[in-house]
């Protein structure tokens, strides 16, 4: 929570004032488990995949979406600080007013008003980057009105990036969750008995552990092949960001929390790996039962998938170069795994018919130095579609960011031509969010564009440092912070309007997209 964020009431009697809606929220109810430290009834948050309604409304009154839409949650004292004003009528300046008292701290020009073809709506810009006094503050322009509150702090960020880090502690399964760090989110430990195949009843496997992934307390190989490796690669580029106080049981143990969260994720993945085969399970599926209570519920897992073993090999391999300096033998048994992994994918399919064994080949490669998987690399970087592949297939743009930072012997030939296809990547994004009155890429209809466009940005940043790339990717978190043509805050939900408020889903409740808001607030945090 913003530490500066004036008391909710004082908000909440400002929006009524201005004949703004408001809701107040209940929190969403779940296996109702009690905490190992309290016997209390508590709730279960799971991730949040689909959209919730509102729940528990006091009350409630006419929404009136603003027509200036700022970051809800704030700005920092240094950043470029952009406001954008939706009328085609609009006065030549706007104020910026302190929220308590309504006082007039500061005057800024509005840029003139034009068509944005995006929303079909007029828009116009006005910045304040010189104004850098913190505070609590709101937008002011005659014609259109006010603005929802927002801060200027030196540390605006902090708290929520911990939360996003901490999300995937409180959806751990096969523990017991503290209310001391998750607070309502606490639970006792679920899952912990044996499970069953899903092809064959009489087979049970432990497959304790891993994170929940949606409000059934599914849990998804692939889905946490895909946080794992996206959280170490976010780690590796702005390891500064990470600290070892997020706030987990781990917290204090000199290793960086998220690598203590990955190990979790690790941990699971090594117990859905069939030991005769090499290949890896699906899913571990829980069985839905009458009461909803799937934390009480059986679990099968789902038979072999090689879409799972070879992203399986990937983030494993990628785990076990990162974690080495910390726990040696662990990273061993990742990466000989990880191997099997990728025997077992071969013994199947063709290296050429999943783009995921390129990801896994770089790993592979960078961590053992074997020429077998360098020939994979090379068999796909011989492509006429390469290049055309790296803007648009994840794996091949993942496999190409771990081939660019290996130690092993590489060709410098491909590593320019991939230098230069990132730039030209980048380069575009750049161009797309400049051409845009909202300064993003892509809207909230694409939010997976969105987001992998702003790890692309990240990358690149850390490769050749580009201030303009910083402020970018600054200006998407505020417009999924509210700065967007809903006006809405998509990633937390102690501002004004929220996603909890209008019914819609929370980009940290998606375990994917919490993933990549990580990645991209890791280059503000460093």
């Known amino acids: 929570m913003n530490t500066h964020m004036l008391s909710y009431d004082y908000k909440k009697k400002r929006i009524i004032a201005a004949g703004l809606s408001l809701l107040i929220m209940g929190s969403v109810a779940g296996c109702g488990a009690s905490s190992a430290e309290n016997t209390a009834e508590v709730t279960e948050h799971t991730w949040n995949v689909t959209t919730t309604a509102a729940q528990n409304v006091d009350y409630e009154v006419k929404t009136q979406t603003p027509s200036i839409f700022v970051n809800q949650v704030g700005y920092r004292t240094t950043s470029d600080k952009t406001v954008v004003f939706c009328a085609k009528e609009l006065p030549q300046s706007f104020e910026i007013r302190e929220l308590e008292s309504g006082d007039t701290v500061y005057t800024g020009e509005i840029i003139k008003s034009v068509l944005d073809e995006e929303t079909g709506k007029y828009t116009a810009v006005g910045r304040f980057n010189d104004f850098d006094k913190p505070g609590e503050y709101f937008v002011y322009a005659d014609i259109v009105g006010e603005s929802f509150s927002f801060s200027i702090s030196d540390e605006i960020y902090g708290e929520t990036f911990k939360d996003a880090c901490r999300k995937y502690y409180i959806n751990r399964c096969g523990i017991a969750i503290s ?35 949606d409000e059934k307390a599914d849990r998804d190989t692939l889905i946490g092949s895909s946080i794992v490796e996206n959280l170490l690669l976010a780690y590796e580029i702005n390891p500064e960001a990470f600290g070892d106080d997020e706030g987990i049981p ?31 399970y699906g899913s571990a599926l829980t069985q839905g039962s009458s009461s909803g209570d799937y934390f009480a519920s059986p679990v099968v897992v789902t038979p072999v998938s090689m879409d799972a073993t070879i992203n399986f090999a990937a983030a494993l391999a990628r785990f076990s170069y990162i974690y080495q300096q910390y726990d040696g033998a662990f990273a061993t048994v990742a990466l000989k795994a990880a191997d099997r992994a990728y025997g077992c994918f071969l013994n199947n399919m063709a290296a050429g018919d999943n783009s995921a ?19 994979v690399l090379e068999s796909f970087f011989s492509l006429e579609d390469f290049g055309e592949r790296f803007n648009t297939d994840e794996n091949i743009f993942l496999g190409c960011v771990t081939y660019l930072s290996t130690s092993q012997k590489v060709s410098k030939e491909v590593c320019d031509y991939l230098i230069k296809l990132l730039m030209k990547r980048s380069e575009d994004i750049a161009k797309k969010a400049s051409d845009s009155r909202f300064l993003v890429s892509a809207g909230l209809d694409d939010m997976a564009e969105f987001l992998d466009d702003m790890r692309c940005l990240t990358v690149t940043n850390h490769i050749i440092y580009n201030h303009e790339y910083t402020t970018i990717i600054e200006n998407h978190l ?37 993933a990549l808001l990580i990645f991209m607030m890791s280059v503000l945090e460093k």
């Open 179 to 213: 209310q001391t760090f998750a607070e309502d989110n606490g639970h006792s430990a679920c899952h912990t008995t044996v499970a069953h195949m899903q092809d064959a009843s009489d087979v049970s496997i432990d497959v304790t552990g891993g994170w929940h992934m």
């Open 357 to 375: 064994s390129f990801k896994a080949a770089a790993q592979l490669y960078r961590a053992t130095g074997n020429d077998r998987y360098n020939e």
């Open 478 to 514: 505020h417009y999924l912070m509210g700065m967007n043509p809903e006006g809405i805050n998509f990633v937390t939900e102690d501002t004004e309007n929220t996603y909890a408020g209008a019914g819609r889903g929370g980009v940290m409740n998606d375990p994917i997209n919490d």
């Open 250 to 280: 781990e917290s204090g143990n000199e290793i960086p929390d998220v690598l203590d969260e990955a190990r979790y994720g690790a941990e699971w993945l090594l117990k859905m790996q069939d030991e005769k085969t090499g290949g890896v």
